[in-house]
């Protein structure tokens, strides 16, 4: 039985590529607009732990170390571990003034809850992710709406 999940969203923001990257490549900030990710626990300038909990009634823990963080191709990526193991990247674009945003996930389930929800817990797992995303969107639009990231570091 596979534990191993890739999951794909993309959408187009009207901001400019380079706003849009400054706030992704924030980490510690996505606490205050992703309401799915509940917290960010910074061990050195390229890695730490978040707690993220969708819908579903289970917090997952992970450990992201930075891999690339590349503002002129506009790509972040995240090695990830703990109850999940894999990687995670953002993918801007410009699209005329706006942006087109891919987030691209590739990970094997590793905590024992989601390792024992097999099959018939994949549409529920799936589900679980597209409303994180869904809040990652909404989340993103509403600060990227606020202006400019500033000088907030990493």
């Not at 993309?10 to 400019?16: D, K, M, V, Y």
């Not at 300038?45 to 506009?74: I, N």
């Not at 995240?78 to 109850?83: A, C, L």
């Not at 691209?104 to 590793?110: D, G, I, K, M």
Request: hydrophobic share 35%; with cysteine; net charge neutral.
């Amino acid at each position: 039985m596979s534990h191993h999940y890739r999951f794909s969203s993309t959408w187009t923001t009207p901001h400019p590529v380079a706003e849009v990257y400054d706030v992704l490549h924030d980490i510690r900030g996505y606490v205050a607009w992703w309401p799915q990710i509940r917290s960010i626990e910074e061990i050195d300038d390229r890695s730490g732990y978040a707690r993220c909990r969708s819908f579903l009634p289970y917090s997952l823990r992970l450990l992201l170390r930075a891999t690339v963080e590349d503002p002129d191709s506009g790509v972040l990526e995240v090695d990830v571990d703990g109850d999940l193991d894999g990687w995670c990247r953002w993918r801007m674009e410009p699209e005329g003034t706006a942006t087109r945003l891919w987030f691209e996930q590739e990970v094997e389930a590793r905590a024992p809850l989601l390792r024992r929800t097999g099959r018939l817990g994949r549409p529920v797992l799936e589900a679980n992710h597209a409303w994180m995303m869904r809040g990652c969107r909404r989340g993103l639009e509403r600060r990227l709406s606020r202006g400019p990231a500033g000088s907030t570091p990493r």
